[in-house]
């Protein structure tokens, strides 16, 4: 039975998020559309399920759905469907893996735009990281709102000069990471 690769998955995940932020209907529609050919082409489905305040990118083999329904007591092997959180936290247990993730954005930032643009990219990866147990690459427009409101004031410490250019700093994690900033 084929499996879905790890890039088609990651991409799945980048193109619904991108979905989820976009403000015209008609570019949300775009990105869905995009999603769902790639995922097609590996006879795959997507489909967002939202529950308790969280959101879950389900993606599972196209096999599975009879009527438009999803019978999970026919389903034999639920392995090879993907669940990939949109939102609220990840998993703690992959804190390392993220933590290097996030380090690596933060060097690039720091080799391409300096120490006080990486001094702040390094407040977020560990906003991110420790709340969130997630890339910060991967943030929400919310919570990117929810560390400079909350979080960037009362612990991080910034100098007035990391102050008047954390949004721009921000910015440059994610061009670092090449990814689409969200809105905040």
């Known amino acids: 039975m084929p499996e879905l690769p790890e890039d088609v998955a990651e991409e799945a995940e980048r193109l619904t998020r991108l979905a989820r932020e976009a403000v015209d209907e008609q570019e949300a529609a775009a990105y869905r559309r995009d999603r769902d050919r790639r995922l097609a082409e590996h006879d795959f489905r997507a489909r967002v ?11 599972h083999p196209d096999e599975w759905v009879e009527d438009g329904t999803i019978r999970p007591g026919e389903v034999d092997d639920t392995d090879r469907a993907a669940e990939i959180p949109l939102d609220g ?46 890339p910060l690459d991967s943030a929400t427009g919310d919570e990117v709102r929810e560390f400079l409101r909350d979080y960037y004031p009362r612990n991080a410490w ?20 090449e990814k689409r900033v969200p809105g905040f």
């Open 158 to 177: 910034p100098s007035d000069e990391q102050r008047e250019v954390v949004e721009r700093s921000l910015r440059y994690a994610f061009d670092a990471a």
């Open 49 to 59: 399920r939202e529950d308790d305040a969280r959101a879950v990118l389900v993606l």
């Open 89 to 134: 936290p990840g998993d703690p247990d992959d804190w390392e893996s993220v933590e290097a993730h996030n380090a690596e954005l933060v060097e690039r930032v720091r080799e391409d735009h300096g120490e006080v643009h990486a001094a702040n990219v390094r407040a977020f990866a560990d906003f991110m990281g420790n709340h969130y147990a997630r």
